[in-house]
């Protein structure tokens, strides 16, 4: 009964072709850019060459931009997805008064335009004296990631029986074996999906870290930067290299929730 | 003397236990003692308070006044993994990160028990409960209902609990599954001979299975009895609803003892039990038979026969006597009624079987 007819299963074939073409169309532009020999964007593009890809790696500040932007996404995520478990628990699970505001108050800042979020912690930052740099960054991330983090991760909870929490604690677990063999594993792979948005978007994120990393620089800064003022096909060498890393992330993050997957299944 | 005492301390006892939530007492004031390696079952609708009253006893919420002794120890204060009891959830509550074995072996893991020890014990668990060994590596997401509810009971009685609690464990299972674990369960507390502590809101489960079963409603036992005492002489209406299908009919009792049938006019006559004034009459549908015409049972109604239900084995049939009475009447299946439907008929029955309730009593 569910089973398209053939004109229109024709027409839904050409509209998804359509769609992944205009979304991944400038993304093959930008990959085809970077293996430009010329120094200058020409379509169609006369002569390949990977030379710009040599010049990336050989260059010290792109490597520079590269470590700040990792450690900063790295630690972001770190400390999100700690904040963001019990937010989520809190969210999601106990009930509590002025729960339901927390829970709105707490997604604001989800919804503010992150270049005004971003003037606000820069004004902030100067107010209490900090002096804008990669840790300053993080902690702007933070305030936009978290709340991302937590909705996902409290996505999971939502669905977490409290029932096993008192079965595992009437079964003799303490609070602390309670969480450990019980909460934590269960609520993993929505802890592992929170990781990997909140990396994913703080190595990603330009607005925040324009306003906040000061003399510090991430590759998207970088990006921005070489496009208004020098550009080279490093540029769209860097955001290749920079949309090869992300894919990276998230195809660990599909085998490991495969894995998972599979050990819940009783095969492995 | 100290001794015999000792051994007759029933191993649970509430004294005088409330819950209150928000000033309204969803168990209110209950003594109760519970013997040792009894199976013992409350029974109760929905808001009746017995799963609020179970939450109290494995430690899961503690009562607002009112003392329960375990063994003479009072426990108020112990929380639950301090306990030596422990439940079968109504979810059942299996941890769907484990294996079938990991969950058997949970309490013992908590405790620090040996693996290989542990593994034995699972093992032993599964053979007890018909689980096949192999299913010690299965994912519990991958079990049945019915294999999923052993695993859960197996899981309990790995904790080897002085008192095993169950909050409805069955409620969500098929009719003729239910069925079958029922009696299971009733020889898994003959193997074990440990205290069963049951929840149910079936009259007819709690039973199949217990030794006394206790009837809540509105935070109280309305009757606490063995299984015969509660169908036999059920000393409210509301007890006697609850078994099953009854008819009820509203009478009044008269002075000289006999009642007379507000709707139709009928006169009957009810167990003495009654005083005089408005009283409910229930008549259970297999107390009422067919008969040939007045005399052949103590009391008769006449109507017409409008259907008939077949229930296996056996039959029941509605009569309607008049156009606002309408009765139950349940015969074994070889008993069938050969006339036509909508002919006369005459139904009757003993008094001795049926049961008369003051109204206006608390139910």
């Known amino acids: 009964m569910n089973e398209i007819r053939r004109p229109a299963r024709w027409l839904y074939g050409t509209l998804i072709a359509l769609v992944l073409l205009f979304v991944y169309l400038p993304m093959m532009t930008l990959v085809m850019a970077s293996f430009s020999r010329s120094k200058f964007f020409k379509f169609p593009i006369p002569q390949f060459a990977t030379n710009w890809y040599a010049d990336v790696f050989a260059s010290l500040s792109i490597r520079s931009f590269f470590w700040t932007s990792l450690v900063i996404a790295l630690l972001v995520a770190t400390i999100a997805t700690v904040l963001a478990f019990f937010g989520a628990l809190a969210f999601a699970r106990y009930r509590w008064a002025g729960r339901k505001l927390y829970q709105k108050i707490l997604l604001l800042p989800i919804l503010f335009p992150q270049a005004v979020l971003g003037l606000a912690l820069l004004l902030w930052f100067s107010a209490i004296g900090v002096t804008p740099s990669w840790q300053a960054a993080v902690f702007a991330h933070l305030v936009w990631i978290a709340p991302i983090t937590t909705l996902v991760i409290a996505i999971q909870v939502y669905a977490f029986d409290p029932a096993m929490e008192e079965a595992a604690v009437d079964l003799g677990a303490t609070r602390w074996q309670t969480l450990k063999e019980v909460t934590l594993p ?30 510090d620089q991430t590759i998207p800064e970088w990006i921005s930067a070489k496009i208004q003022s020098g550009y080279t096909p490093q540029v769209p060498a860097v955001g290749t290299l920079t949309m090869l890393a992300a894919v990276i992330v998230m195809a660990l993050g599909g085998f490991a929730a495969w894995l998972h997957a599979r050990r819940r299944a009783g095969l492995a | 003397m100290v001794t015999t005492e000792a051994a007759a301390q029933p191993i649970l006892q509430l004294r005088a236990i ?35 009253m179970v939450r109290m006893l494995v430690g899961m919420d503690k009562p607002t006044r009112g003392d329960i002794l375990l063994r003479g120890r009072r426990i108020n204060d112990v929380p639950a993994n301090r306990r030596p009891t422990c439940m079968v959830f109504q979810s059942l509550a299996l941890f769907p990160h484990r294996t079938v074995g990991q969950n058997i072996e949970f309490p013992l893991k908590i405790r620090g028990v040996d693996p290989a020890l542990r593994k034995k014990r699972a093992l032993e668990l599964l053979a007890q409960l018909r689980l096949p060994d192999h299913y010690y590596n299965k994912a519990v997401t991958q079990c049945s209902g019915g294999e999923r509810q052993r695993v859960a009971l197996a899981r309990a009685l790995a904790f080897d609990p002085e008192i095993l609690f169950f909050d409805e464990p069955l409620s969500a299972l098929d009719y003729k599954l239910r069925k079958v674990l029922e009696k299971e369960l009733k020889d898994i507390h003959r193997q074990t001979g440990k205290t069963f502590v049951y929840i149910t809101h079936s009259l007819e489960e709690a039973m199949v299975m217990s030794d006394r079963i206790g009837v809540m409603n509105r935070g109280r036992f309305v009757q606490v009895g063995t299984p015969n005492e509660i169908y036999g002489s059920p000393t409210t209406r509301f007890v006697s609803e609850f078994m099953g299908e009854v008819n009820i009919l509203d009478v009044t009792v008269g002075p000289d003892g006999t009642a007379t049938d507000d709707v139709t006019g009928a006169r009957y006559l009810v167990p003495a039990s009654a005083g005089a004034g408005p009283c409910s009459l229930v008549i259970r549908p297999e107390s009422l038979r067919f008969v040939a015409g007045p005399g052949q049972a103590q009391n008769v109604v006449t109507g017409t026969v409008y259907n008939e239900y077949l229930l296996g084995s056996r039959v029941q049939y509605q009569i309607r006597v008049g156009e606002k009475q309408v009765l139950l009447l349940e015969n074994l299946r070889d008993q069938r009624y050969e006339g036509d439907l909508d002919s006369p008929v005459t139904a009757g029955w003993d008094t001795g079987d049926s049961m008369i309730f003051p109204k206006g009593l608390l139910q």
Do not use: H, Y
């Not at chain 2, 209150?20 to 519970?34: G, H, K, S």
């Open chain 1, 186 to 215: 269960i609520l993993t792979p929505g802890i592992v999906s929170g990781f990997l948005s909140a990396f994913l978007l703080s190595w990603a994120n330009f607005p925040l870290s324009m306003f906040s990393t000061g003399a």
């Open chain 2, 18 to 52: 409330e819950k209150v939530f928000d000033q309204f007492a969803a168990v209110d004031r209950i003594t109760l003692d519970i013997q040792e390696g009894e199976f013992f079952t409350i029974v109760g609708p929905s808001g009746s308070g017995k799963t609020t």
